[in-house]
């Protein structure tokens, strides 16, 4: 799967997941670090200098979306996933 497309799936399913209506963390984290684990087994095709840029360029998109973001639920898990493609960058 080329990089493009995973960057698009995966921001899509971020954005999905923070406009939805507020929940508590533990209603909506579980399904972060499910997101995180499927992009984490998606990215095992790229390269592994590929997978750190494609995490950087999302946590780029992410945390600018984040300091827009109108509630806090939706910067809370937009925050969320910065932190979770920092840890995947940082892994490889």
């Known amino acids: 799967m080329p990089a493009r497309e995973l960057y698009g799936r995966y921001r899509q399913r971020i954005e999905a997941l923070a406009a939805r209506p507020p929940q508590p963390s533990d209603a909506w984290f579980p ?3 499910q997101i995180l684990r499927s992009f ?3 990215a095992r095709v790229l390269s592994p200098s590929r997978t750190h840029l494609l995490c950087w360029e999302l946590c780029e998109q992410f945390e600018e979306e984040a300091y827009r973001a ?3 639920y939706r910067r ?3 925050i969320a996933a910065v932190k979770g493609f920092e840890g995947i960058a940082g892994d490889r």
Request: glycine share 0%; no cysteine; aromatic share 0%.
């Open 40 to 42: 984490t087994e998606d």
């Open 76 to 78: 809370d898990v937009l």
């Open 31 to 33: 399904e972060m670090q």
């Open 70 to 72: 109108a509630t806090l």
